[in-house]
């Protein structure tokens, strides 16, 4: 039986920065902007929670679904380290706004930017087995940003939003290969959100542990799989992208261990690797739907249309790491591209930096239990209108007695 | 391992970062470079920081896990890891 991805969608907010008006305004080196290897960075409004990333991802693909497959979807899982509760999920007011049967398992994960691959691997595990035949999971990973001059060079690296991902037996977007393979994991505080308020970060610790994991899960994924190669067994990568330069220098690592010559580096990165950074370069990293966002890059803009295998790296801090692989085509290709991801990522409210600062402080309190709270759109009515393209989102309207309100607009 | 080969391993690792170094911060006046000093304080940012150790454990022909080079002070502590791993083979 093939399992694997049906669809896949993103949802990153209705505003941005520019990367270059970022630095300027916060006085940091432009040129550093090469080593970034960003464009720009999504900003959450104060309507938008990991709530509403959530649905605003899921809902143009149950929006294509027939009653009977919306039906078959009998697990939802939200992947997020941006709870809004201890106890009650973020996937339980996802489940309501997507109007979900109530047959359906609903639960959250959480492990740091990993979360999402590890769901999608227990749901494809769960699928496979039989036990449900015809069965579908939604697995949705969500956050929202929490970072501001404090984060240095992170704050333009740093994404908002959601990205949607039906499993099921159907998998047009990409087919795993089952049992390919290599997990890696111990415990290390390379990046936390210790508060509803800020993350921190020991940048250092987090990318040498993030380049040592891609190694290790890779040895893992070559135990599991005869032959085996970084360099010929792939045909596409799509890797966890804090920001590209990151994976510019896995690659780099990856390819020099694999003992190819230095002079064939470069072409190799603009061949297999650049086009899955395409789309992070304009969004920042969106935590555990990171890897998926570079997957949705990749299949807009490399050539598959001949199949092509592709390996996948999910990196978590924390730590936790996944290298594992699957197949895509030209109907993969087709069925994200028909998502419309970059004319809407295109389409986002572009901010000043003065509009930006303002809104940091709007939205510092976004993951911040309020027993009372209303929220208004405001000022920022105008780039819901510019951002939404005529379809409905839906928004955060505030709390009572700690329930979080949500309405369609 | 006596006293003069151990002196030797330090000056090759001392070559080599240098040599690494100038190649990835050409904008850095020789001077500067002392082991008292962090790579940070050098001008270096994160994604430098990775590609010097990459290019140096590259130079050296050295497999080392790179979460040895989290908690590095200065210079003199990155050669002294890699002068250690050179001895025992990362």
């Known amino acids: 039986m093939d399992v694997g991805i049906e669809s896949l969608n993103v949802y990153a907010g209705l505003a941005r920065i520019g990367v270059r ?56 899982v939200t992947s997020t380290e941006s709870g809004v509760d201890l106890s009650k999920s973020v996937a ?31 749901a494809a595990g769960y699928l496979a087995s039989g036990v449900s035949p015809g069965a579908k999971a939604l697995v949705i990973a969500t956050d929202v940003a929490l970072v501001d001059a404090r984060a240095g060079f992170a704050e333009p690296a740093t994404g908002h939003g959601a990205v949607a991902l039906l499993v099921s037996d159907r998998p047009r977007v990409l087919t795993l290969d089952l049992g390919a393979f290599g997990c890696h994991s111990y415990e290390t505080l390379d990046s936390a959100r210790p508060s509803p308020r800020f993350d921190i ?47 510019r220098a896995a690659h780099r690592k990856m390819l020099r261990e694999a003992g190819t010559s230095v002079d064939l580096v470069a072409a190799d990165f603009e061949r297999r690797v650049a086009p899955s950074l395409r789309l992070p370069a304009m969004v920042g990293n969106l935590c555990s739907g990171s890897v998926y966002l570079a997957l949705a890059s990749m299949l807009t803009h490399a050539d598959v249309s001949a199949g092509a295998r592709v390996g996948l790296y999910a990196y978590g801090s924390g730590c936790s790491a996944e290298f594992f692989s699957g197949l895509v085509d030209a109907g993969s290709a087709r069925a994200v591209q028909a998502m419309g ?69 | ?9 330090r000056d090759r690792v001392t070559v080599a970062v240098r040599e690494v170094v100038g190649r990835i911060l050409p904008a850095l006046p020789p001077g500067e470079l002392r082991g008292d000093r962090h790579l940070r304080d050098l001008g270096a940012d994160s994604v430098d920081r ?9 130079h050296l022909d050295l497999d080392v896990s790179l979460a040895r080079f989290s908690e590095l002070p200065d210079i003199d502590a990155l050669v002294d890891v890699l002068v250690m791993a050179g001895r025992t083979g990362g």
């Open chain 1, 201 to 247: 970060a020991d940048v250092d610790r987090s990318l040498f542990t993030y380049l040592d994991c891609l190694t290790s899960s890779f040895a893992g994924y070559r135990d599991r799989v005869d032959g085996a190669d970084f360099v010929t067994t792939f045909d596409q990568l799509a890797m966890h992208t804090p920001f590209a330069g990151l994976v």
């Open chain 1, 21 to 76: 008006e970022l630095l300027a305004g916060r006085g940091l080196d432009p040129d550093r902007q090469a080593n970034l290897l960003m464009t720009s960075r999504s900003v959450g409004l104060p309507f938008e929670d990991p709530v509403t990333n959530a649905v605003n991802a899921a809902a143009p693909i149950l929006a294509g679904l027939d009653p009977t497959d919306r039906a078959a979807i009998e697990l939802l």
């Open chain 1, 341 to 409: 991801i970059p004319a809407y990522l295109a389409g986002r409210y572009e901010l000043t930096f003065a509009e930006y600062t303002q809104l940091l402080a709007d939205t510092a309190d976004v993951l911040v239990p309020a027993e009372h709270r209303t929220v208004e759109l405001g000022g920022y009515r105008k780039i819901l209108e510019r951002g939404r393209a005529g379809r409905p989102l839906l928004a955060h309207t505030g709390a009572k007695d700690y329930h979080r309100r949500y309405e369609w607009v």
């Open chain 2, 50 to 58: 990775v590609e010097i150790i990459l290019a140096v454990l590259e």
């Open chain 2, 1 to 9: 391992m006596n006293r003069m080969a151990g002196d030797r391993d």
């Open chain 1, 92 to 122: 339980s007011y996802v489940h309501d706004h997507l109007g979900l049967g109530r047959a359906c398992r609903v639960l959250e994960v959480k492990q740091a930017c990993y979360a999402a691959t590890g769901a999608v691997q227990l």
